[in-house]
């Protein structure tokens, strides 16, 4: 068990003021995608402070990397190198006057040269979509820009382990959406991601592992099928059950779904429903799903591609797959969930396009191949890449299909 973080039995009380984190002990895990889930006051915030020294327990202990954090400036510099925090108030955290001055700020301080710090910033605002952003200053944008100037402010310094307070506490919809897609994009690229949230629909799809906060301490740790499925612990934690866990509970009592199956998603309560999902893929041919790599297919004309199709739905993975989305104009269906959705649709019969970056790519094959192996169905996941020379060949010459078609 290879293990990034842990707390062993730490305690905190602000100066002057009541223990407020009571003896609290756990562990992450390199690679793992952890909620922090709470109410107000619970204590996450400062928890999650310790994770990179900025709040020193009053007893107890907690280490990065097997190793005890030690308090002298010049460890505490090194944590913060491998432990990068991002904080719920993006304006706290924004000091510089321009975007690439604040997020420059951390390689400077690391003693990198001009060239390193500015290679750094560079791939960092294009890894949140900011290119183009260097010379704005920061109290300019957006509340969903601010937050991804933050972000990239964290990325430049390359950490192991990234820890958001509330990432979308000030977010709308659809910029939540896009902020948890950057994590899932960090996180397959190697990042441990700790967040802390109320949202337990934002946490439930997404997390490893859920721990549930009250008072101090902590009520339950778990994958957040069993976290978020104790009604009691969850009313104790002044939260709610995620919609997709209290439906497919009553979907079990009334006898719809096996017992014991804990769909995390749309799809998966579809595949849980066996009868209604025998029916569908016996009746109806499957859509096919197209996975256009944005990284490698720079003279690829989508748009033209599309226009030799029938009606496709169009999803994007990343940031850079929604800027190229932007670019050419085309209108997004999916950018969330985006796997999920285009399986939902290919299960009724029709195409879907997902637009994507190389790290993400083998996800798409990845989720679809063990969707077709759990339900003995086959959808045909194609790629479209290379150069384009003539838009009416590029169906047969660019759609190679990556699935195991003796599934079918
Ligand atoms: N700087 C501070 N000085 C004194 N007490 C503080 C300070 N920051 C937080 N607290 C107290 O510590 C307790 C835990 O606060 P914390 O912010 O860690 O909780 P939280 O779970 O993150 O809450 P929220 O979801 O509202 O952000 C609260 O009772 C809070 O009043």
């Known amino acids: 068990m290879n293990i990034i973080l842990e707390a062993r039995d730490v305690r905190y009380r602000y100066p002057g003021g009541s223990e407020v984190i009571k003896g609290i002990s756990f562990h992450v895990r390199k690679g793992e995608k952890i909620a922090l889930v709470g109410p107000n006051g619970a204590g996450k915030s400062t928890l999650l402070q310790m994770f990179n020294g900025m709040v020193r327990p009053v007893s107890g202990v907690m280490l990065v990397g097997n190793e005890p954090i030690q308090y002298d400036s010049a460890s505490l510099r090194m944590i913060r190198k491998k432990v990068g925090y991002v904080l719920q108030n993006s304006d706290?955290?924004?000091?510089?006057?321009?975007?690439?001055?604040?997020?420059?700020?951390?390689?400077?301080?690391?003693?990198?040269?001009?060239?390193?710090?500015?290679?750094?910033?560079?791939?960092?605002?294009?890894?949140?979509?900011?290119?183009?952003?260097?010379?704005?200053?920061?109290?300019?944008?957006?509340?969903?820009?601010?937050?991804?100037?933050?972000?990239?402010?964290?990325?430049?310094?390359?950490?192991?382990?990234?820890?958001?307070?509330?990432?979308?506490?000030?977010?709308?919809p659809a910029g939540s959406e896009d902020l948890m897609e950057l994590l899932d994009e960090l996180n397959q690229e190697g990042k441990t991601v700790v967040i802390s949230t109320h949202d337990v629909e934002l946490a439930y799809p997404w997390a490893d592992r859920?721990?549930?906060?009250?008072?101090?301490?902590?009520?339950?740790?778990?994958?957040?099928?069993?976290?978020?499925?104790?009604?009691?612990?969850?009313?104790?934690?002044?939260?709610?059950?995620?919609?997709?866990?209290?439906?497919?509970?009553?979907?079990?009592?009334?006898?719809?779904?096996?017992?014991?199956?804990?769909?995390?998603?749309?799809?998966?309560?579809?595949?849980?429903?066996?009868?209604?999902?025998?029916?569908?893929?016996?009746?109806k041919k499957l859509g096919t799903i197209t996975v256009c790599n944005v990284d490698r297919s720079d003279d690829v004309s989508i748009r033209t591609w599309l226009e030799s199709r029938e009606i496709i739905a169009i999803g994007a993975m990343g940031t850079r797959a929604k800027q190229r989305a932007a670019t050419e104009h085309l209108t997004l269906e999916f950018t969330y969930g985006v796997i999920d959705k285009c399986i939902l649709r290919a299960l009724r019969g029709k195409d879907s396009l997902i637009l994507t970056t190389t790290r993400m790519v083998d996800r798409v094959s990845q989720r679809v191949d063990s969707y077709c192996q759990e339900s003995s169905v086959s959808i045909q996941v194609l790629q479209l890449q290379g150069s384009e020379p003539d838009p009416q060949t590029v169906r047969s010459e660019q759609a190679v299909s990556k699935a195991d078609n003796s599934k079918m």
């Open 92 to 172: 706290r955290q924004i000091i510089a006057p321009t975007v690439y001055q604040d997020v420059a700020f951390g390689p400077a301080n690391l003693g990198y040269d001009e060239e390193k710090i500015r290679e750094k910033v560079t791939h960092a605002l294009q890894h949140v979509g900011l290119e183009g952003f260097e010379r704005r200053p920061p109290h300019h944008l957006s509340g969903g820009e601010k937050k991804r100037v933050a972000i990239a402010g964290i990325l430049a310094m390359d950490p192991d382990v990234l820890v958001f307070d509330e990432p979308t506490s000030d977010l709308d």
């Open 210 to 283: 859920a721990i549930l906060m009250l008072d101090g301490r902590i009520l339950q740790e778990d994958v957040p099928e069993i976290a978020f499925g104790n009604q009691k612990n969850v009313r104790k934690a002044h939260l709610s059950m995620p919609m997709i866990l209290e439906l497919s509970q009553e979907l079990e009592r009334r006898g719809f779904i096996e017992p014991g199956k804990k769909p995390r998603s749309i799809l998966d309560i579809i595949h849980s429903i066996q009868k209604v999902a025998t029916d569908s893929q016996q009746c």
